[in-house]
């Protein structure tokens, strides 16, 4: 296994806890140096915050157990491809790579629906891989927004 599909299925696993809490199924990571500094699942619902979602979490985790706002030399793993306000977040905080599992063809920033990253004037470049556990993350979705109709 790849340190890719690693951290991803760990990813996946928050992504369950987001579900067991009633949000939608997504997880987020940060990793430095193989190590997991920052971690995160959806939880606008159960929070009252719009902005609290996986991302947005673990990118919180991250700067506190750092001590900093900035997070060079990182590599964010979400299970879906981020909206426009985590990956904004994302360049602020100066993410050196993103990976996410599935696409998002509604309000994905990154590829989707929007190519945030690649926007003229963006002073970071976050470099982007994608489709890693891509199946395992889209059925956890599939499965969710099922149970809830």
């Not at 696993?13 to 699942?41: M, Y």
């Not at 996986?54 to 706002?69: K, V, W």
């Not at 920033?109 to 891509?134: E, K, T, W, Y």
């Amino acid at each position: 296994m790849n340190d890719d599909t690693h951290w991803m299925a760990q990813a996946l696993k928050l992504a369950e806890r987001a579900q067991t809490e009633g949000e939608v199924p997504v997880g987020a990571l940060i990793v430095q140096d193989n190590h997991i500094i920052g971690e995160g699942w959806n939880r606008p619902i159960t929070q009252h915050d719009p902005s609290a979602h996986a991302e947005i979490q673990a990118l919180r985790a991250a700067c506190l157990h750092i001590q900093n706002y900035r997070l060079p030399d990182t590599t964010l793993y979400v299970t879906l491809e981020p909206c426009i306000m985590c990956a904004g977040a994302m360049i602020h905080a100066r993410i050196s790579q993103l990976v996410f599992a599935t696409m998002e063809p509604k309000t994905g920033a990154v590829m989707s629906s929007l190519d945030l990253f690649n926007a003229p004037n963006i002073n970071h470049q976050v470099q982007v891989r994608h489709g890693i556990l891509a199946d395992e993350s889209s059925q956890l979705l599939r499965q969710f927004f099922r149970e809830k109709r």
